[in-house]
Structures are given as C-alpha cells and as structure tokens.
C-alpha cells in the first residue's frame, strides 16, 4: 500500500529514494525488528514464534518459576500481572493461576495472534512497551526484554514502567561483576553478554532510582550450541516502589 502511494505521489525520478528513506526508517521500528526476528527463527525452534532457549531451557526457567510463584503466593492476594515482551507465552503460561489476571503484551503482532489461538483464557495485546499506552496491572513482568533494547529505548520503557508499583525484571548477565554495565547497541536479536557487558538499571547511563531492588533468583547460563559467547547468568530481580513519591519520569534518563 505505502509503495503505491509512493508511485502515485513522487515523480520519477525520486521514486527509488523515496522507497530506500521509507525502508530505512521502517528498519528502524522495534515493530518491524521483532517481526523479522520471529520472521526469520532468529532465536530458535522451527515455528517462526519462539522465544529462545532463555524461555525454553528447563534448567532456566524451572528455578525461575518456583521463584517467582512463591513471591506471588506470598502476597496477601493474587494480583493483575501484566507480562511485557511475553514472547512465546512458554514461561508466564504457568503463572497465570498465581494471578487474578495476566495480560500478555508484545510488539509482534504474529506472535500475539499465535498466543491468542494457543492461549485462549488469556489476554493478549500488541504493545510497544516503549512507546505505550500499557495496561494498568499491580506487578510487571519483564523477562529478557531490555537486553535487546538499545539504551533510548529502555529509558522510555523505564519511564512507561513506572506505572506500576512492583516490578520483576529478568537479564542476562556476563559472569562476575567487572563486565563494563549498559553497554549501548542497536536494538534486535542480540544482547549485551558476548561484548562483555550486560543491563543494570542501576549504573550508568541509567541510574535508575525510586525503587527498591532485591534478588529473587540468579542461574548459570551455558548452551552448547552458542560457543560459549552468551555463557553468563540470568538474574531476576523484584523492584519494589520506595514509599516516598519517586522521582518523576523526566528524571530517568541517559546521563
């Protein structure tokens, strides 16, 4: 439709820059970068809509699950739980009888067509956490999603994320702590871990502050079939909102 408009409202001579400028900046939309992801098995399996072996490794999600069920049996009642960037659904699937609702959110539109048909008693939406609107929830789950993110993009999702109250927040990880945090790249496929750095929300350019983090649970990540360059830990941490007001969302940003 947008290259018939284009045909009909460029002469020309300019018709091939303006297909090339439409291309590029549609190569630029978080959209349009996870369809083609999913479009292409970036991150595995055979169906075109899978998560990765972060979402699908027994050893990482079983330990994470008992983790992160406990937390919500915990509380004094089930909570509305929004889970943003859910991907194949593979993991939050299990946690939706610890929540009074789950709301499925992610950009590609083909993966949440797919978890509407596989998933029906859940609600999903094509969100970009980046750019909202989200939908309101006690607890946000964000599982493996910054890592892909580029540093701009993850400011505007903290400052969309700060909505809710308690927030759990899963990130891949080099091993030990002398890795160079925050590192900045283009968002997509890929994560921070094989250029030695990883994202932590409270270390520059981020600093992030008006929540208070503590560690729900931390595995080893090691998969054959990577060469040992995304060998690391999947950390996952509860940011719980400090009671003072906290700060406003302008005060979140690349310093």
Not at 96 to 119: H, K, M, Q, W
Request: charged share 20%.
């Amino acid at each position: 439709m947008v290259g018939r408009l284009i045909k009909a409202v460029t002469p020309s001579p300019l018709r091939h820059v303006a297909r090339n400028v439409y291309r590029a900046v549609k190569s630029q939309s978080l959209e349009w970068v996870f369809a083609d992801v999913y479009r292409h098995n970036a991150w595995g399996g055979k169906t075109g809509c899978h998560s990765g072996p972060g979402s699908h490794l027994e050893s990482i999600v079983e330990p994470y699950l008992k983790s992160v069920t406990h937390f919500l049996e915990a509380l004094p009642q089930k909570p509305v739980v929004v889970d943003l960037g859910c991907g194949d659904f593979n993991v939050s699937q299990h946690l939706v009888p610890y929540t009074s609702l789950l709301i499925g959110c992610d950009i590609a539109a083909a993966i949440v067509e797919r978890n509407r048909r596989l998933f029906p008693a859940v609600a999903f939406q094509q969100v970009d956490m980046t750019r909202g609107p989200l939908p309101n929830a006690d607890i946000c789950i964000v599982r493996q999603v910054l890592q892909h993110l580029d540093n701009r993009r993850i400011v505007a999702a903290l400052r969309k994320m700060m909505r809710y109250p308690t927030w759990i927040v899963t990130e891949h990880l080099p091993f030990g702590d002398n890795f160079i945090p925050n590192m900045d790249m283009r968002a997509g496929r890929d994560i921070r871990v094989p250029i030695d750095s990883g994202v932590v929300l409270s270390s520059p350019p981020f600093n992030f502050h008006g929540y208070t983090p503590s560690l729900l649970c931390e595995v080893e990540f090691r998969y054959p079939s990577c060469d040992g360059r995304l060998d690391g830990r999947i950390r996952t941490e509860v940011f719980t909102k400090q009671r003072s007001a906290g700060p406003p969302a302008n005060d979140v940003r690349i310093m």
